[in-house]
């Protein structure tokens, strides 16, 4: 295997091209490139037409939409606006009386391997008896609710009841520390947090309960009124009087039936907070529906959904991976999809393939970094390789997160899809809702490394820092050019930042995705070479350098100042290597390795586990330029150890350098 930087020079050279077989073209949705072309012919004729084609088509509503998009405040878009519909009942309602009612909704197997499942008409039942016991607390349409719970069917149950009440939610990885939390409960004004006192991952108990209280201790959180607790262990923690309560408790004696608030389309549906390029966290703000339609619509388009398929997507509930393809697309289109609570090396590394196996899944969608580390998994223990396990359930394959790696890309399509699943390599993003551009498994021809070509009806484009077209071959900005129904509605409380973020005014009011990307000079297939601004993508996280800098320096005692970049790490795609100067002499040795640890452990606690730096170097202060601006270019060279080939001339110190490119 080879670094992301390699990969992207073979990607270069990438000349392996897979058409899918006949039978899947005559078996898809939309088969064939003609089929493609033609609903982007469509699309592009009318747009108005052509979605409100597809949202009449495939949702629900309560009340129809007569207009279909509203440009009137751009770059604030609203879709389907005088519209009405509930997105829990889009996702469970909408079903019953019809096969999909007793259909398996969700396989559940819990990290010790137990297996739990629920029919469409008990999930609603669930969803129905937890929306009433919301509203028996006094939360309504309108307020924000904090998840921050494992992956379970209770998490989904959680998403759906408040959707089901128009609460907007707003889930938080569990992965994330108590600072972490308290900071989108108060960001978001959450009146009430779902959790669990315990999550389990790799046959240990991790508390969350214990994490939430610290949060709400941290101050700041007085609109907290409730806090809603699934017990998910037998062990007890910790419960304030007056403020917790147990999910199960609440629950019991709730009716199994509650009539689903129609919302307008416009609703935000959740608040999902990401990473952005400078300190604070962004408050994505969805809608109800276009974000759902875009759910629904690419189960059906990238993952060509049939009535028998077993979905799994591997991503957790806190990503919007989890939410658009965990938590509403599947429901929407009526699959049965598996929910898997522990790690994919656990009990050890061919639990994936196990479980494809147990449950017969069809469609599997997973992250690169997964992927790359069950490759070295696999190729260090022969247990654990995929050929262990019968795959033969599978029919496609998909990727997520970050850019795959061809070697990766042609293990995953060889081992795992036995070299007969396309492998649809999905470009999207938290605010973009769904899949933007990505292959059609009945219709793309594939090539490795490359998400191919936009869906119908997006406007994906490579320009340059002007906004011009770029030509084929040439690399620039991804931008999307037309608004699309999925699309972010706003920053959370800031819509300034929302503007300036994401419609820059030098871009004539294209969508910049923070993104670069260069299309094949033959086919037109684009590449995503990575984020332009100061996001790093850590196994598929995204983590904004300024953040994890942020985090260092509020360790007051020990930190004068700090930069952090990423460099390319074989299994992780990115790695985060901070530079720090210290408020005591530079160390070295033992010391410089047991200041390293206290400040990973800090990060650990400011951010979460995922931000912690790989690489703490230490240095008497940090290269600038004479502005004073740190130059982080050089810092990415060093943490590559690349030779220092730039000007250095007006360095205070030069010799910084060489204590920069120390390793601890
Ligand atoms: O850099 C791109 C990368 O992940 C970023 C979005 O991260 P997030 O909002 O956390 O959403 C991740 C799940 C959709 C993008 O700006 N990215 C995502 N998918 C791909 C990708 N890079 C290359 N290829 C992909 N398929």
């Known amino acids: 295997m080879s670094a992301p930087s390699s990969a992207i020079q073979s990607t270069l050279i990438e000349n392996r091209v897979f058409e899918p077989s006949a039978a899947t073209v005559a078996a898809a949705r939309v088969g064939g490139m003609a089929a493609y072309e033609t609903l982007c012919a469509e699309a592009d004729k009318d747009p108005e037409g052509f979605w409100s084609r597809l949202a009449r088509e495939n949702l629900s509503w309560h009340k129809p939409f007569t207009k279909t998009l509203d440009e009137s405040n751009a770059p604030f878009y609203k879709w389907f606006d005088d519209g009405e519909l509930n997105a829990s009942y889009n996702c469970l309602d909408r079903h019953m009386g019809t096969p999909v009612e007793n259909k398996t ?70 992965g994330f520390s108590a600072k972490a939390l ?8 959450a009146v009430a947090v779902i959790t669990a006192n315990y ?54 004696g709730q009716s199994t039936d509650c009539p689903a608030e129609m919302v307008g389309a416009e609703h935000p549906l959740f608040v999902l907070y990401t990473s952005g390029s400078t300190g604070k966290p962004k408050g994505v703000q969805h809608s109800t529906g276009g974000y759902l339609l ?3 619509l690419t189960m059906d388009w990238t993952f060509d959904l049939k009535p028998n398929d077993i979905f799994w997507c591997t991503a957790d509930i806190g990503w919007i991976t989890g939410h658009s393809y965990v938590a509403y697309g599947p429901l929407a289109a009526g699959a049965t999809q598996i929910v898997f ?20 899944c069809t469609i599997f969608y997973t992250a690169p970094t997964a992927i790359r580390s069950l490759i070295k998994a696999a190729e260090g223990d022969e247990k654990v390789h995929p050929a262990r396990s019968d795959l033969s359930s599978l029919r496609l394959l998909g990727s997520v997160g970050e850019p795959i790696n061809p070697e990766a890309w042609m293990w995953y399509y060889k081992h795992v899809g036995g070299e007969r699943c396309p492998i649809v390599d999905t470009f999207w993003q938290t605010e973009t809702g769904g899949h933007m551009i990505t292959p059609l498994p009945g219709a793309t021809p594939l090539v490795p490394g490359s998400c191919t070509l936009p869906l119908p009806g997006i406007a994906a484009a490579i320009v340059d820092e002007a906004g011009h077209d770029m030509p084929n071959g040439s690399g620039g900005i991804l931008v999307v050019k037309r608004p699309w129904p999925s699309m972010i509605r706003t920053i959370w409380g800031d819509p300034e930042r929302f503007k300036k973020s994401y419609f820059p005014e030098e871009l004539k009011g294209f969508y910049l995705a923070g993104d670069g990307a260069v299309r094949s000079a033959d086919r037109g297939y684009f590449r995503i070479t990575g984020r332009i601004d100061d996001v790093l993508n850590v196994s598929g996280h995204r983590m904004g350098t300024m953040e994890i800098e942020s985090a260092l320096v509020a360790k007051t005692d020990l930190v004068a100042e700090a930069a952090v970049v990423g ?24 010391e410089a390795k047991a200041i390293a640890k206290i400040l990973r452990d800090w990060v650990g606690k400011e951010i979460g586990p995922i931000a912690k730096p790989k690489d703490i170097r230490f240095g008497d202060n940090l290269p600038k330029t ?29 010799a910084i350098l060489d204590q920069l490119s120390e390793n601890n």
């Open 341 to 360: 609570e522990g790690v994919p090396t656990f009990p050890n590394a061919g639990r994936f393939w196990q479980m494809i196996e147990r449950h017969k």
């Open 105 to 174: 909704a969700i396989i559940f197997e819990a990290d010790g391997g137990e297996v739990t499942q629920v029919t469409y008409k008990e999930l609603l039942g669930k969803v129905s008896q937890f929306a009433n016991a919301l509203k028996a607390k006094g939360v309504k349409k309108g307020d924000r609710v904090v998840i921050y719970m494992p992956m379970t069917i209770e998490g989904v149950v959680a998403m759906q009841a408040c959707a089901r009440i128009g609460a907007t939610h707003s889930v938080v990885f569990g």
């Open 294 to 296: 875009w759910a629904k």
């Open 567 to 590: 460099r390319p790490d074989d299994l992780t795609g990115e790695a985060i290597v901070a530079f720090v100067v210290l408020k005591r002499p530079r160390p070295t040795g033992e």
């Open 182 to 189: 308290q900071e989108r409960i108060q960001d978001a004004g």
């Open 626 to 654: 004479r502005s004073g601006k740190i130059m982080r270019r050089l810092l990415r060279g060093i943490a590559k150890g690349e030779a220092i080939t730039q000007d250095t001339s007006t360095l205070e110190n030069p």
């Open 199 to 252: 999550q389990l991952r790799g046959g240990k108990e991790l508390p969350l309960k214990a994490i939430v209280d610290e949060g709400i201790a941290l101050g700041g959180c007085e609109c907290v009124k409730d806090v809603i607790v699934f017990q998910r262990t037998p062990t007890a923690c910790n419960m304030v009087a007056g403020r917790d309560s147990l999910m199960h408790e609440v629950m019991a």
